[in-house]
């Protein structure tokens, strides 16, 4: 009796462990899978644009990985990573650092129409003189990275930043990207005076980053025009900055029509002639220039008449 119950034990055993084999050997129709238990795995990065110091002491445009995708959230997050010492400094690339006073406190922020209020504690009146200028531009172009975000209001203590705090150079109490970054001037009168924000490319160890330039001149000329010029010219006037555009390259024409800028080049904009391609680093300068001096939300590149590649600026919905 025990011999046959241990020998019933022994089939048993051994036909459920060969069901589990069949199991195992035979492919399962996909009709048999529930897909809605399977999880997604895939990880989207979000990344935003933020301006930093380099090793040459200008405000050069890099970017992070951000954590948000919240108005308030995300400026919070940018934000702290502009404070020296301040718990997103971690996220900073090589080449770049922060100079916000690291003792400031963001006290709050406040978003409506395309307006982003930030309160600091008066640590930010901290900041040295040399940089002051800089860390208002900083702040401002940061934060006009993100989408909906248009103008800035930068109060201390709930009071409106309305002077630099060493210079006592007045400021305007609603900031926006007209303020200008990284600026210049070469001005012989008070008149008619054109300002044109600049592209150019720099680089640390063998990575490029594009630095903004905000020019001021006496020269009515359409601001595009003024942009491949100075582009294209072979004295770049400072010599920590760069363009990859062939002096050669000519504007032929552009126009503005529905939201795009359709730009027409002679044929030395091209890297080779042949693939009919134009290196990232010419097109960027290009696209991000017009992105900063006009409102469009495309840009389309020209060579006789072929649409060469388009630079898409802004999300169109």
């Not at 119950?5 to 529930?34: C, H, Q």
């Not at 400031?104 to 307006?115: A, C």
């Not at 592209?199 to 359409?222: A, G, L």
């Amino acid at each position: 009796m025990l011999k046959r119950r241990i020998i019933k034990r022994i089939l048993i055993s051994t036909g459920a462990l060969f069901a589990l084999l069949l199991i195992y050997l035979v492919p399962v129709s996909t009709e048999d899978v529930n897909i809605s238990s399977i999880e997604e795995t895939s990880i989207t990065i979000k990344k935003s644009n933020i301006y930093l110091l380099t090793d040459n002491n200008m405000l050069g445009m890099t970017s992070v990985i951000v954590d948000t995708e919240n108005t308030i959230d995300r400026a919070k997050e940018l934000l702290e990573i502009l404070i020296h010492d301040g718990k997103g400094e971690s996220n900073i690339p090589n080449g770049f650092r922060s100079f916000i006073p690291s003792e400031t406190v963001i006290n709050g922020i406040t978003y409506e129409d395309k307006i982003l209020t930030v309160d600091f504690n008066n640590a930010l009146l901290n900041v040295s003189k040399d940089y002051e200028m800089a860390m208002i531009e900083s702040i401002i172009y940061t934060l006009t990275e993100i989408d909906d975000v248009s103008y800035v209001v930068i109060t201390v203590d709930g009071v409106g930043l309305d002077r630099l705090p060493n210079s006592n150079l007045k400021l305007p109490l609603i900031l926006s990207r007209k303020f200008g970054i990284n600026k210049e001037y070469d001005i012989t009168s008070l008149s008619g005076i054109n300002s044109i924000t600049e592209y150019y490319v720099s680089k640390y160890n063998d990575n490029y980053y594009y630095v903004p330039v905000t020019k001021f001149v006496n020269d009515d000329r359409d601001k595009i025009k003024i942009i491949i010029e100075d582009l294209t010219s072979s004295n770049i006037y400072m010599t920590n900055l760069m363009s990859f555009i062939n002096s050669n390259t000519k504007l032929l024409e552009a126009n503005v029509e529905e939201n795009k800028m359709e730009l027409t080049f002679n044929s030395y904009i091209l890297n080779d002639f042949d693939k009919k391609d134009i290196l990232e680093e010419v097109i960027e300068p290009i696209s991000l220039s017009i992105k900063d001096n006009y409102d469009v939300d495309e840009v389309i590149f020209y060579v006789n008449d072929m649409e060469i590649c388009k630079s898409v600026l802004k999300t169109i919905e």
